[in-house]
């Protein structure tokens, strides 16, 4: 892959399978073009606060429309196919209600949040949803609220003098045995039992999944790898958990002998690529791409072609001519379309204030996901509570069965399965945005959309799924990067801290910018960036961590550890912490009281000071004031945090 930029503009892209991807700028440096060849795709235009204003698909023909309130935050967006987003939030810029139209039908799902902009309930089709958590912010509970009330309990391991771990023991849904999970020291899931059934796990120095005892499924598993992480052979084995027998099946892996990554052979079956590591043969079927999009497929009895939207997303498939069409807002489906006429199949989803699937209303009857702890949807339910699909899966979330009263009609046509994946029941793939999934592999079946040379940034394997460690890690757009920018956030937070240090003790020159805390203070910083919450529970969860990591440092130095003044820092922090947070809450809260509330009242209180004001001229104070109160808050929040750093405790 090519990339061609201009005054740090990327303008053009060009893949190494044919296709080239230009990109056109206005003055302010805004794409207002997107062309495949010489082919107009899209094009862009925007408001006068630079916001964008006017989208158009060109080869679907579909023209979307932005609006805006005064401070900037999105509240519709409107499509001539008749897809239509409404958006209403609280002060904390906290969605609250989202009216959907899409799919020829239209609904709405209602948010609130706790003191600590926790979501707290989403209401769905007259029910409601209620989430409650612990101490440290991790959520214990989810209730519905139907006529008699389901809950889903999570309980979590025991930390150091009694805190609890973000390390989740129990998953229940209902009335139902609960998911129970056990760990070793790197926080690798070693077994999971449900009623009498459990499944283990073993794992290698590098944290790749080498053994399977699964009692769910009644087999042994076991994997071997090269050094890149590139499975070579798996073996299967009559169920134990003992001395392992004689193979009841093995699969061998062959790869590249210049990418080495690349398989090349699955159990005897040759895969052939492209230039850049798209199959366009692999197990049956004929693949075409443009670019990194599938276009199409053919094989095993199967015929099937796919089209995209503006963000590179499916807007449709048609699978033995019979089409499907999605209807997206940003990266969450918001409903599909299978055929038409009497066999039409229409599926509209909700979900939580995080973005979390939380039901589907599937030809007029809403019903809801189960999950267990490691988030694979292994069932629905209606809306009195009753199971009516359950699904199962092995390690790698390869389908195993579709049970309970509605297997063949919603059970087969809901889409997402394990780990919440959009599955294709065409291909058995699962559709991960940017790529696809093959669980009977294990694999990824082309390379990183981002990368070129199946090496990685890091010198990483970019076919690998989940680093072959499926059991306790997902692939999810964004999710890991959100991870690192937490950790990295925290970091330099210590690093300010660090520098301010330096200009009150007075120091000049290079020495303001050298940091001057210890790598173990900077360790728990990133670290202690991970545990969400508030209240003096998740600041003792955050600096029972710090000072662990301090102390662990000292030993290392060979420095005495003084238990009673560490435990003493630790509620003294916990404190003080506490405290910052109230304070920074109070001023947040007297910040918005001068905000204004809507324009109306704002405009009856401007006209009262100046008959003669215009609607323009109300509108731009009003902005400036939101603006200003929003800065404020920023300023308040910063100055706090940077206090709290350079105290004592």
Same mark, same amino acid.
């Given at each position: 892959?090519? #990339? ?15 296709? %080239? ?9 805004? #794409? ?95 029910? /409601? ?34 805190? $609890? ?6 998953? !229940? ?18 077994? &999971? ?14 944290? =790749? ?21 590139? &499975? ?46 798209? *199959? ?30 503006? @963000? ?9 001519? #019979? ?50 702890? @490691? %988030? ?10 009753? !199971? ?64 070129? /040379?199946? @090496? ?20 999810? =757009? ?9 950790? #990295?956030?925290? &970091? ?14 007075? $120091? ?19 670290? %202690? ?40 820092? &630790? ?61 404020? !808050?920023?300023? %308040? ?10 105290? *004592?405790?």
């Amino acid at each position: 892959m090519c #990339v061609i930029r201009l005054r740090g503009l990327l303008t053009r892209t060009e893949y190494g399978n044919g296709l %080239t991807i230009s990109y056109t700028y206005d003055v302010l440096d805004r #794409v207002t073009e997107v062309k495949f060849g010489s082919t107009l795709m899209y094009s862009y235009s925007y408001d006068g606060e630079g916001n964008l204003q006017r989208m158009v698909d060109h080869q679907r023909d579909v023209t979307t429309v932005y609006y805006y309130d005064l401070t900037g935050r999105l509240i519709r967006s409107a499509s001539d196919n008749g897809s239509e987003y409404q958006y209403e939030y609280d002060l904390n810029n906290n969605l609250t209600k989202l009216r959907q139209s899409a799919g020829g039908s239209s609904w709405t799902t209602e948010y609130t949040y706790d003191k600590d902009n926790r979501p707290l309930t989403a209401k769905v089709n007259g029910k /409601t949803i209620t989430d409650s958590y612990n101490a440290t912010g991790t959520r214990a509970s989810r209730v519905y609220g139907f006529s008699t009330p389901y809950t889903v309990a999570l309980t979590y391991l025991a930390g150091a003098n009694g805190s $609890k771990t973000g390390m989740l023991q129990s998953y !229940k849904n209902g009335s139902e045995a609960a998911y129970t999970y056990a760990y070793d020291d790197n926080g690798n899931v070693t077994s &999971i039992t449900k009623d009498s059934a459990s499944a283990s796990y073993t794992y290698d120095a590098l944290n =790749q999944l080498t053994r399977v005892n699964d009692g769910f499924t009644n087999k042994t598993t076991t994997y071997t790898y090269d050094n890149a992480g590139n &499975i070579l052979e798996r073996k299967e084995y009559a169920y134990t958990t003992g001395a392992l027998g004689t193979p009841t099946g093995t699969v061998t892996y062959a790869y590249d002998s210049v990418w080495k990554d690349k398989l090349v052979s699955y159990d005897g079956e040759a895969i052939t690529y492209d230039e850049i590591g798209n *199959p366009l043969s692999y197990r049956g079927y004929t693949m075409a791409w443009e670019g990194k999009r599938l276009q199409s497929l053919s094989g095993n009895n199967t015929t099937a072609s796919y089209t995209y939207d503006e @963000q590179g997303v499916r807007s449709s498939k048609t699978v033995n001519g #019979v089409t499907t069409t999605f209807s997206y807002n940003g990266s969450l489906l918001m409903a599909q379309v299978q055929g038409s006429g009497s066999s039409q199949v229409k599926q509209l989803y909700s979900y939580d204030a995080s973005g979390q699937l939380i039901s589907v209303n599937y030809n007029g009857t809403e019903y809801y996901y189960l999950r267990n702890g @490691q %988030t694979d949807i292994v069932g629905l339910m209606d809306g009195s509570g009753t !199971k009516v699909v359950e699904y199962t899966y092995d390690a790698w979330g390869k389908l195993i069965s579709t049970t309970g009263t509605l297997a063949t009609s919603l059970g087969a046509d809901n889409p997402f399965r394990y780990r919440g994946y959009y599955y294709d029941t065409e291909t058995g793939l699962y559709y991960l945005m940017t790529r696809y999934y093959d669980p009977e592999v294990c694999r990824f079946i082309s390379a990183d959309v981002y990368m070129s /040379t199946g @090496q990685g940034a890091l010198g990483g394997n970019m076919w690998a799924y989940c680093g072959n460690n499926p059991v306790v890690r997902y692939e999810v =757009q964004g999710k890991f990067w959100g991870l690192v920018a937490k950790v #990295v956030v925290g &970091i330099a937070s210590q690093y300010v801290s660090d520098v301010i240090g330096n200009l009150i003790s007075g $120091k000049t020159g290079w020495d303001i910018l050298k940091p001057t805390s210890s790598i173990g203070e900077y360790v728990a910083a990133g670290v %202690t960036a991970l545990i969400p919450g508030s209240g003096f529970g998740a600041a003792l969860a955050r600096n029972t961590v710090t000072e662990g990591i301090k102390s662990v440092e000292k030993v290392i130095r060979g420095e005495e550890v003084n238990i009673g003044q560490s435990a003493v820092n &630790i509620v003294v922090s916990s404190a003080v912490d506490v405290i910052g947070e109230k304070v920074t809450a109070k001023v947040e809260q007297a910040l918005d009281n001068l905000s204004p509330r809507n324009y109306s009242s704002y405009a009856g209180k401007q006209y009262k000071k100046n008959p003669g004001i215009t609607q323009s001229k109300i509108r731009k104070k009003m902005r400036r004031v939101i603006q200003t109160v929003q800065i404020a !808050k920023a300023v %308040t929040s910063t100055g706090i945090n940077i206090t709290r750093s350079l105290l *004592p405790y």
